[in-house]
């Protein structure tokens, strides 16, 4: 079945760094979503990307859907304490029966110290 | 304002006993998910719905069971409780299956 790798698996940096998540698919994704989930919370949609090569930007946020709709990246700029949190990718798979179900990323769990 | 809840928020329950975990969505989804959340293992899921009395296995379904009988509601049972199945349960919808997804806030299940 499909799956979806995220790397690094956690990330520690000082408030004011970048941070960069890595999305990796074993297959083509007709689109790829992300979803944040702060501590304790649920998960929330943030965006979606569909073209291949395409790039949006959401105030520090940047993310990009790779030329071959196999991976994304998430770039945050300047992270603030308020970025801290699980950030996931999601793509449709093929699992079992057929249809565009997401499937989820392992996550990579960001914290940011003062 | 359209919502997704979930209940109980948390429980405690024995080894062998019968739970059920509620979720409902007033988003009018036709799609609706259940999935675990255990450390180290991301998001997984358990079952899924595409509509009313549909419903589908996911990646983890042994032990579990749903129903639909209505496009709000989509019920978790866990027909005899283990302790494997202590975890973070999250109910989701969505308007189409490749379509991103609108989350409940959770139930922490623990199996004693």
């Known amino acids: 079945g499909q799956q979806v790798m995220q790397i690094p698996q956690y990330q520690h940096v000082q408030e004011g760094e970048d941070f960069t998540t890595y999305c990796n698919s074993s297959?083509?994704?007709?689109?790829i979503q992300w979803y944040k989930q702060r501590p304790g919370g649920h998960p929330v949609f943030l965006i979606q990307l569909v073209k291949s090569g395409e790039v949006k930007k959401q105030k520090r946020l940047t993310f990009q859907f790779g030329e071959a709709k196999k991976n994304s990246s998430l770039h945050i700029t300047a992270t603030q304490t308020t970025d801290v949190g699980t950030y996931f990718c999601a793509g449709p798979s093929s699992f079992t029966g057929g249809g565009n179900k997401l499937t989820f990323g392992t996550g990579t769990q960001l914290k940011v110290e003062l | 304002d359209a919502e997704i809840t979930q209940s109980p928020r948390h429980k405690i329950t024995e080894t062998g006993r019968q739970v059920t975990l509620a979720c409902h969505q007033t988003?009018?989804?036709?799609?609706m998910f259940w999935y675990r959340q255990d450390l180290g293992h991301g998001l997984r899921l358990i079952h899924y719905s595409y509509g009313v009395h549909d419903t589908n296995k996911g990646e983890v379904s042994d032990g579990y069971s749903v129903s639909r009988s209505n496009t709000e509601d989509l019920p978790l049972t866990l027909e005899s409780a283990a302790s494997s199945q202590t975890s973070v349960y999250f109910c989701?919808?969505?308007?189409?299956?490749?379509?991103?997804?609108?989350f409940g806030p959770g139930t922490r299940l623990t199996v004693t």
């Open positions: 988003w009018n989804h036709n799609n």
């Open positions: 297959t083509t994704l007709s689109n």
């Open positions: 989701a919808s969505s308007v189409g299956l490749a379509r991103e997804q609108y």
